[in-house]
């Protein structure tokens, strides 16, 4: 499958307000104490390490189903950067949010094939929100070890966080591959196990 993201180039790429950047935020830290800039990259001041809903931006995204004869769906969605030690690589990850101020509260669409709820209830075809991973820790190698290992263990009694190899374009370029995969958060134990997300608590 193939997801393009389209978003004004300023959110990611403005020395001031892109999230995709070092940016404005690591100069000024730098300025306050240059030493600051032998400190591991994970652990810099950056406009790319910045959290919340402050660091998301307003985007369009369109996905495109490996599948023949399957529609594909377009919503306007939020984006953020993802990921902790990988948020300094060139190639991001990006996590996707539906929310009803973008139009669509949620997504209702099987975007994982063959993903199964845990309580066994059919398949999970209604996501708050998703990470387009760029592979974490195994970004320059084989990329998709974490999601080999969740397919492996997953008939066993546990949870595991289903994904799906895709390629991504960011307004208009080819960005590279990528995994699709679910998230673990309060709206994952609701879609999985019918629970309201209010009464759901991860630590």
Sequence with gaps: ???????????????????????KTYDDWIEENPDNVNKDAFS????????????????????FPAEENKEGFNANV??????????????????????????KKNLKYELIPGNKRSDGKGIVNKYKTFTI???????????????????????????????????LFLDGEYWGVYILTENYDDHYIANNYDIEDENVIID
């Design 44 to 63: 810099k001041k950056v406009n790319y390490n910045l959290k919340g809903k402050e660091a998301e931006i307003p985007a369009s995204i369109e996905y």
């Design 133 to 167: 991973r760029n592979g974490g820790n195994d970004y320059e190698y084989a990329k998709i070890r974490d999601k080999a290992v969740q397919d492996l263990i997953s008939n066993r009694c546990l949870e595991t966080q289903q994904g799906d190899i895709m390629v």
């Design 78 to 103: 939020g984006i953020r950067i993802a990921g902790a030690i990988s948020r300094a690589f060139i190639q991001k990850s990006f996590r996707v949010y539906f929310r009803k101020e973008y139009g």
């Design 1 to 23: 499958p193939i997801i393009s993201i389209i978003t004004d180039p300023e959110n990611l790429f403005d020395y001031e307000k892109g999230i995709y950047v070092m940016g």
